[in-house]
């Protein structure tokens, strides 16, 4: 099993990411299919093969100091896809709990799901709540699945806890909207990436992209490494960002 460390501030200069890194990144993982197509294969090979691109990244999250990493794993509007192919990602994704979660846990990564586990076959449900579980006290890494997850849902679910709530209309604001959501207590999203070339958000993190940096990379998942994963971090770190404020 690998201990993650962090990497020293002469290791991060060398790598020209000194300075001001992003808290959270969230990572809309495009491509896998395309990427076994390339290669003649089925769709669920290039699933499969993206899901070791997750375990080095989620490592160089860590090792990056970043606080939050959200990856985007299955929308809302994914159950349109063949049931073969959901079934392979659900078998999957089970997979890399059970093969990933002493290591995630050792290395003090705490998994959050964004979304709503219902749906899911009681195999995989069972694993994912065991993951949030175990973890749950840990204080490094927080690595959130965006699974199941639309935004749109999301925020129709926080309006209905509000309203449920019974909060008067004039107490209600953008920090109380923000706690309503999956990713309450969360630091702000700062960046997104999306692989495969695509550039939009499909339904992911609408509320909370509204100041975020968008960095698109024509990589598809399966072939996204540390060293792409880095130069999107430092295309991020040239952006200037003024929150609507006129900087000199
Ligand atoms: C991303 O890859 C994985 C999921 C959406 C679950 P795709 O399966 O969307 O791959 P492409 O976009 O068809 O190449
Ligand atoms: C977005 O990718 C969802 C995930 C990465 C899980 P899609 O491949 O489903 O998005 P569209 O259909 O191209 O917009
Ligand atoms: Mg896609």
């Known amino acids: 099993m690998r201990i993650y ?28 299919g395309r990427w076994a197509k390339q290669r003649l294969m089925p769709r669920s090979f290039g699933h499969r093969a993206g899901m070791e691109a997750l375990h080095e990244i989620v490592r160089e999250a860590h090792c990056l100091g970043i606080k939050t990493l959200t990856v985007y794993a299955f929308s809302t509007e994914n159950w349109r896809r063949p049931i073969a192919e959901v079934n392979a990602l659900f078998g999957l994704l089970t997979e890399y709990f059970e093969k990933e979660i002493d290591e995630l846990d050792a290395n003090g990564v705490r998994i959050v799901a964004l979304g709503d586990l219902e749906p899911f076959p009681q195999k995989v449900k069972a694993c994912m ?20 997850y639309g935004s749109r849902a999301e925020i129709v679910s926080a309006i209905k806890r509000i309203v449920d709530s019974g909060i008067p209309s004039a107490q209600i604001g953008e920090e109380l909207v923000s706690d309503s959501l999956y990713t309450s207590g969360q630091p702000e999203l700062d960046l997104i990436i999306r692989t495969a070339g695509e550039q939009r958000l499909s339904n992911f993190l609408l509320w909370q992209a509204a100041y975020a940096e968008f960095v698109f990379t024509p990589v598809c998942w399966p072939d996204f490494d540390t060293a792409e994963f880095r130069r999107c971090i430092a295309e991020f770190m040239k952006r200037t960002r003024r929150f609507g404020k006129v900087v000199e």
């Open 5 to 32: 460390e962090r990497y020293t501030d002469a290791e991060l200069a060398e790598m020209g990411l000194s300075g001001d890194r992003p808290k959270h990144v969230g990572i809309i993982m495009d491509g896998n």
């Open 129 to 148: 709540v065991d993951a949030i579980e175990r973890t749950k006290n840990n204080e490094g890494l927080n690595f959130c699945i965006a699974i199941n």
